[in-house]
């Protein structure tokens, strides 16, 4: 079994108390708020400044300040995000973050962004760089309708490949070209109970869901479920993801999806709360075994140890039974219109957003691609808990941690603890966005069959016939 530094489960807020703003985002009034804009790919302002236009589904505080810092680096360049759903300013300067709460953009936002992309892309009229986390990024590269970031980043000798996570940067596009860059990710880890792994002979690298079910079967104790703090179409979300190559198959043109698989599997994540192996209930770390978490930053990743007394293992979640490294997910993937006359131009910005110096931004609120920026983050989060970091405008910025009965801990960083999580990335791997769409028709049939509106049988049928005709459109 694949050993790791011990890690914990989290049930505590996380409260950054600082002068940071990092939610919060000035509007310099060049962002459009609706649909977003269709490109001009041989754009020039008035006083003839090359347009890179790009589409996002909601811009954030790290694209804002990379606008604005790069074109002062680059006057000659006016970048123009049009953003479909306005940013969330009312954060202010406190991010508070609650371990298993659901977020992310409302499903029919991300229809309306994929459609509206979509139809500027078939038309011939899209922006120059496109946000494509939820989109169909296989489909477009089938297509030809993407260009490969790779060919620039060769061809510029200020980017150096070594400075970046390389599986990473590939693994968006399957290891072939860049067609689809992240400019940060977040991991999918479990947290768990590897004495039972090692008991059962279990290698976390290459388990299965089947093997996982059947463990937790098996060391079922009374008062302990297997997993908590998770509804059962949020882990069937989970576990699609990690056998989607195996469920949607590709035989020359034709795509398929495996009705009898889905079911399978369907049917073994209600077992697990059918026969009390699981719950969506919260549930102390002594009551829990495992636990699927998003790790979403430097930060989460440090101070995690520190939120709760009892030590867990970091685990790669079961999957297909083929060692894929750690699947990591990004919220930021951007690619290339192919049809762009400014690809250069375009190059130039997001190899900025690339760079050391934006990677290192408080604004950056994942894990950064570039490593000398992963190290940065890692000693200034070590910083601000020894109360010694700053935030914007030399305002003191400050950490604490408060448990679920509200009683603040004090957080401490070692070496070891920077050391653990940097030794994280390489076995960083597996690509996990799937298609949105596919993962909303999912959640859409799947709600009926755990609440015993429709049967196994039904819901397995309908989502078949849903998915094969929207991938072989």
């Known amino acids: 079994m694949r050993k790791r530094a011990k890690v914990w489960k989290s049930t505590a807020w996380l409260v950054l108390c600082a002068a940071l703003a990092a939610c919060s985002s000035g509007n310099d009034g060049k962002e459009t708020n609706g649909s977003p804009a269709p ?116 061809k510029d000798g200020s ?92 035989d020359g043109n034709n795509v398929s999806f495996d009705e009898q698989a889905f079911r399978a599997y369907m049917e073994k994540v209600k077992k697990l709360y059918d026969e009390g192996l699981a719950t969506p209930e919260m549930m102390g770390p002594e009551n829990t075994a495992f636990r699927l978490l998003s790790m979403d930053s430097p930060m989460n990743a440090l101070l995690m140890p520190q939120m709760e007394g009892k030590s867990k293992a970091m685990l790669t979640p079961p999957a297909s039974g083929t060692d894929e490294g750690l ?30 110096e934006m990677q290192s931004s408080r604004a950056m ?40 009965d509200g009683e603040e801990m004090t957080p401490t960083i070692s070496e070891e603890d920077m050391a653990r999580v940097t030794a994280l990335m390489p076995e960083v791997g597996k690509y996990a966005n799937i298609d949105s769409k596919v993962l909303s028709m999912i959640s859409e049939e799947s709600a009926a069959y755990f609440t015993g509106g429709k049967s196994a049988d039904a819901v397995a049928k309908s989502l078949s016939n849903r998915i094969n005709t929207y991938l072989n459109e």
């Open 39 to 154: 490109g001009n790919n041989s754009a020039k302002t008035e006083d003839g400044k090359t347009v890179v236009s790009m589409s996002v589904l909601t811009s954030d505080r790290f694209l804002m300040e990379a606008e604005q810092k790069f074109e002062q680096l680059h006057p000659d360049i006016d970048v123009q995000i049009n953003e479909l759903v306005p940013a969330d300013t009312s954060g202010g300067g406190k991010i508070v973050m609650m371990q298993g709460a659901e977020t992310g953009p409302k499903p029919e936002d991300v229809d309306k962004y994929a459609s509206s992309v979509n139809a500027a892309l078939m038309s011939g009229n899209a922006s120059d760089i496109i946000s494509a986390e939820y989109l169909p990024i296989d489909k477009y590269i089938e297509k030809g309708l993407l260009g490969d970031w790779d060919e620039w980043a060769s």
């Open 159 to 250: 980017f150096n490949k070594t400075d970046y996570y390389e599986k990473v940067m590939s693994g968006v596009s399957g290891g072939e070209g860049w067609y689809g860059v992240p400019t940060s990710f977040s991991l999918d880890v479990m947290l768990g109970d590897d004495s039972l792994l090692e008991q059962n002979s279990l290698n976390d690298a290459t388990w299965t869901w089947d093997q996982f079910v059947d463990l937790l079967a098996k060391t079922k104790t009374d008062g302990k479920y297997g997993m908590s703090m998770i509804k059962p179409e949020t882990l069937l979300k989970y576990v699609i993801e990690s056998v989607y190559a195996q469920l949607v198959k590709k």
């Open 327 to 356: 699947p990591f997910k990004s919220s930021q993937v951007l690619a290339l219109n192919e049809k762009s006359d400014v690809k250069e131009a375009a190059w130039t910005f997001v190899s900025y957003l690339l760079s050391e």
């Open 365 to 404: 609120m994942n894990f950064p691609v570039n490593k000398a920026a992963l190290a940065n983050g890692l000693a200034s989060t070590k910083e601000m808990i020894e109360g010694g970091g700053n935030g914007e405008g030399g305002k003191k910025a400050s950490i604490r941690l408060r448990g679920k």
